[in-house]
């Protein structure tokens, strides 16, 4: 089975702010084996990413798909479109009715209507990790393993800071997608990573830096595929990452779960640091046995884990191939 895309409607969902969507397209794509017939992983996209996870335009095909880390002929594999995210033609125009909390209420709605009760795993990079950790919060028993990667369980005053940022582009620039992917590149790379790469060369047909033109393209090529509306959302969900807003403690939350959760840093990421992510797991192993800290190296930054799939591999491998030794 192979990135079937399918839409259900979830009626009647009134956000943690109290507006009222009468109606909410929700599109998912199953991949891997049938569902109810093997594991399932969900997987949570990032800010520009899609459920088109595997396949040939799957933004994590170099992570999922045959024989590999998590191996479709293994696992069944389910990612849900963050409604609004203009992926199935739905937009949302009042992007600050949404939480990333909401986000997560309505993928547990998905969930529902699919009749799945239990999950192998829930996995995510950046806001979509964000969205796991929220799912866990909410439904502490839903999962075996939770994976969040170059993620939090909390938007930092840093985050906060570069989304209001951000979100001032968004609405004031006069080529607002172009200028806020330029402004966000830099937080998903890093000065390294720059260096590396561009080594202050020029491109001469233009008389710029390269890494100017390189900035500009990303720019262009991104305010081609995407909507303003869902860049304003989706930037709003990183925003408000925070399970313990208008609930429990931390330790409360965490402590009704048994899944095993396993953190992944990336030692240059500047947007979710990995000081951060190393005092989320101290504060877990406190009263939790089953929690794990590991991190990939590289120069690359907050996007690494878009990057390093061969690093990625060997940190997730003993997670995904248990389940394929046991075959």
Known sequence: MENIPTLISIQNFTTENGAVYHSLPLSFTISGLPLYSAPIVLVNHALTGNAEVTGENGWWNDLIGEGKTIDTNVYTVLAFNVPGNGNDSFLIENYQDFTARD???????????????????????????????????????????????????????????????????????????????????????????????????????????????????????????YQLSSYKLMNQLLKTIDITRNSADFETLLSKTDAAIHIIGINSDLFFTAKENKETYQELIKFKNNVFYSEIDSVHGHDAFLIEYKQLDYLLADIFKAETIKK
């Open 103 to 225: 986000i997560a209420r309505i993928f547990i709605k998905g969930l529902d209507f699919l009749k799945i009760e239990q999950l192998h795993t829930i996995i995510g990079g950046s806001v979509g990790g964000g969205i796991a950790w929220e799912i866990l919060a909410l439904e502490p028993a839903i999962t075996q393993n939770l994976i969040p990667i170059a993620t939090d369980w909390k938007s930092t005053d840093w985050m906060i800071a570069n989304c209001y940022l951000q979100e001032q582009i968004l609405n004031n620039s006069s080529k607002p997608i172009e200028d806020a992917r330029i402004h966000a590149m830099l937080c998903y790379r890093s000065p390294e990573s720059f260096k590396e790469k561009f080594q202050r060369t020029m491109n001469s047909d233009l008389s710029i830096f390269n890494i100017e033109s390189w900035l500009a393209h990303h720019g262009e090529r991104l305010q081609k595929r």
